[in-house]
């Protein structure tokens, strides 16, 4: 009988954090791709997005609770509006436009944002009641990404952002912004069933 409930508990385990993360997610083109790297053609699309200080992981909890308050409710509309994936953060840099393009750390700051659904415009989406949540319209752009399993720990998202930049520096590859993290899955699913990635924006 313990073994039964045991051998349950995995199996919810296993198959709650793919089902949760059954949502709408950015529309895009895969123009080329190699092994776990991809260049994708984005479509247009609307974020939601805060500014939270404070170390990455730290970060990306506050930032997680202050959008969730948003789509849960805390809008001048009191709506809830669907959960999307991924949530991605973004570290605030100062970028000077030379030639190459070289990039400054500011490191005070993370952009964490959730993509809204397609079926709103920005005229149509609720207004957030919290002064520190801003909804922006975000054009078609093109990134080059990697997608890897796993805990979104500092350790692997440090080696798979290093095989990113060394495809990138090998392929001469143009990039016009800093990293973005995005990550897929519910709290819960298992490291092995997890959908995480790199986006670096490219020219």
């Known amino acids: 009988m313990i073994a039964s409930i045991i051998t349950l508990l995995i199996l919810v385990g296993v198959l709650a954090g793919p089902v949760m993360s059954n949502v709408e997610k950015p529309k895009y083109e895969v123009i080329q791709s190699k ?3 991809e260049i994708r053609q984005y479509e247009p699309m609307i974020i939601a997005e805060v500014e939270v200080y404070g170390k990455r992981k730290e970060a990306i909890g506050d930032g997680f609770r202050l959008l969730a308050d948003y789509i849960f409710g805390n809008n001048n509309l009191e709506k809830n509006i669907s959960m999307t994936a991924p949530v991605e953060q973004k570290e605030n ?3 000077a436009m030379t030639a190459p393009v070289q990039q400054q750390l500011d490191g005070k700051s993370w952009r964490i944002s959730f993509v809204m659904p397609s079926e709103y415009s920005i005229d149509s989406l609720p207004a957030p009641n919290n002064s520190r ?3 922006k319209e975000i054009l078609a752009k093109k990134f080059i990404a990697i997608e890897f399993s796993g ?3 500092n ?3 440090a080696e798979h952002e290093n095989q990113l930049m ?3 520096q090998t392929n001469n590859i143009k990039i016009i912004s800093s990293p973005i ?3 897929y899955n519910a709290p819960w699913t298992l ?3 997890r959908r995480n990635e790199i986006m670096i924006e490219i020219n």
């Open 155 to 157: 350790e692997n998202l």
């Open 93 to 95: 840099q100062k970028i």
């Open 181 to 183: 993290y995005a990550f």
């Open 166 to 168: 060394n495809y990138i």
């Open 151 to 153: 805990m979104n720990s």
């Open 191 to 193: 490291p092995f069933l």
């Open 133 to 135: 949540v801003h909804l």
């Open 35 to 37: 092994q776990n790297i």
